[in-house]
């Protein structure tokens, strides 16, 4: 379970409203949002992987976030606090699997992509790895953890042999 302070989901928001205003003020075409996009499923698939080392990595991010904005809203306005807690969605050990995949595509492809690609691409997985911790980031993205089981299954049929190649 990951748990996001108020003031943490604030500065989440933040960043995707940074990263989205930079999209809206360009030419607003869609592959410009892949780098960001990208982070953002990464990010979300992270919160699911409860008990393991990527699972970790989310929740400090969170704790880190949660930290970060009570210490911004705080100063700003005095208040802080507030506690966020829900779960992405579950894994099966297939769409487990598939999330390594995804894992070693996104390394590939993150040294790939240039320094600007690079920031977003961070953004986008700070975004899903704390606004996942809400319930409704969480059920606007229950798409994620539904997908990477769906394609599980999908080879373990085809290793069996269930699924006719």
């Known amino acids: 379970m990951i748990v996001l302070s108020l003031c943490g989901a604030v500065l989440s928001v933040a960043v995707l409203i940074v990263n ?3 999209w809206w003020k360009g ?3 869609l592959k410009a949002l892949i780098p960001f996009g990208g982070g953002l499923v990464t990010g979300t698939s992270w919160t699911m992987c ?3 080392i990527l699972g970790w990595f989310a929740q400090r991010t969170a704790a880190m976030g949660s930290t970060a904005g009570d210490w911004a809203v705080s ?7 507030g506690t966020l807690v829900s779960a992405a969605g579950t894994l099966t050990t297939a ?14 492809v993150f ?3 240039g320094k600007n690609d690079k920031k977003k691409a961070l953004g986008g997985l700070l975004v ?4 996942c911790a809400t319930a409704g980031a969480a059920q606007l993205m229950q798409w994620v953890p539904d997908l990477y089981n769906m394609v599980g299954q999908g080879i373990v049929d085809a290793l069996n042999g ?3 190649l």
Do not use: D, Q, Y
């Open 75 to 81: 100063r700003i306005t005095g208040k802080s606090g």
């Open 162 to 164: 269930a699924v006719p």
């Open 95 to 108: 769409g487990a699997g598939v999330v390594v995949v995804a894992l070693i595509l996104g390394v590939v």
């Open 50 to 52: 409860v008990g393991g």
């Open 27 to 29: 030419n607003r075409e």
């Open 20 to 22: 989205f205003r930079s």
């Open 111 to 113: 040294k790939a992509f």
């Open 128 to 131: 899903g790895m704390t606004l």
